[in-house]
């Protein structure tokens, strides 16, 4: 015997198991921009370069399910004209990038809200998750118009409208009822920028996440980002409250 302790997330020694879903929190498009003297759209647009090479990253790294918060149910209260390009990047994203992805084998799926984003929108995500149903190389779940809170109140109210005596409401109740109850939870989460806090991603389903954190900008982010995450993650003792 070679002595080696087997740990959590090692099938061997030397084979890293990579986490099956992995969220990124994808920060610091503004921070890019400004360190540029760039107007903060611009910022955003390179922030989709970086996920369209992080999800071929993903790919490549063998990463199964990937979850990106791109808006969140706050960032509504950022200037109008800044959500109003956010919106246009969101479109542009649709229409041009995650395409090219599916040819790559990625399913889109949208987490959050559907009744504040422009129709037009709302209707390009659905034919785009209609579309790239069949695909499965990667899942791309993209958070958009997401908050963790208002996940969980839609979710109560859902009890509520389904008729569930008290008794009957247990975590796999509430779990049935979240925005994507067949999501797995988050294994790993990573957020870029320097920053350390959760500002309201998946709080239900990041309960026994991994978080890593990088000083990296998101317009910046690549491989090697990921691969680092990965490696913290592969370094982990998960325990999930047991011994
Ligand atoms: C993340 O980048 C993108 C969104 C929140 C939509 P930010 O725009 O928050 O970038 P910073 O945090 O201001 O640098
Ligand atoms: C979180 O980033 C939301 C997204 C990355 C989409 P924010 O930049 O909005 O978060 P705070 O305001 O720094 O907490
Ligand atoms: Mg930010």
Not at 61 to 68: F, K, R, S, W, Y
Request: hydrophobic fraction near 40%; aromatic fraction near 6%.
């Amino acid at each position: 015997m070679s002595g080696a302790k087997k740990i959590h997330n090692q099938t061997e020694v030397g084979v890293v198991a990579p986490p099956q879903t992995v969220a990124i929190i994808m920060d610091g498009n503004g921070r890019w921009a400004a360190g540029r003297n760039l107007p903060v759209g611009d910022g955003h647009r390179e922030g989709t370069r970086a996920l369209r090479r992080t999800v071929e990253a993903a790919i490549d790294q063998g990463i199964a399910v990937l979850v990106v918060y791109a808006f969140s149910t706050e960032n509504w209260e950022r200037p109008p004209a800044e959500v109003a390009t956010l919106m246009e990047i969101l479109g542009e994203t649709i229409d041009r990038e995650l395409p090219d992805l599916a040819l790559q084998g990625v399913r889109t799926r949208f987490l959050g809200r559907r009744d504040r984003v422009p129709s037009h929108l709302s209707e390009a995500m659905g034919e785009l998750e209609r579309s790239t149903a069949h695909l499965e190389t990667l899942c791309l779940w993209i958070a958009f118009d997401h908050g963790g809170r208002d996940e969980i109140v839609d979710a109560a109210r859902r009890l509520i409208e389904d008729g569930l005596a008290s008794e009957e409401v247990d975590e796999a109740a509430i779990a049935a009822r979240l925005n994507a109850p067949e999501l797995p939870e988050i294994d790993l989460l990573i957020r870029t920028s320097g920053e350390f806090r959760i500002s309201n991603f998946m709080i239900w389903e990041t309960a026994y996440a991994e978080f890593v954190f990088t000083d990296t900008l998101w317009p910046d982010f690549d491989s090697e980002d990921l691969r680092s995450a990965l490696q913290a993650f592969a370094a982990r003792d998960r325990r999930f409250g047991g011994r």
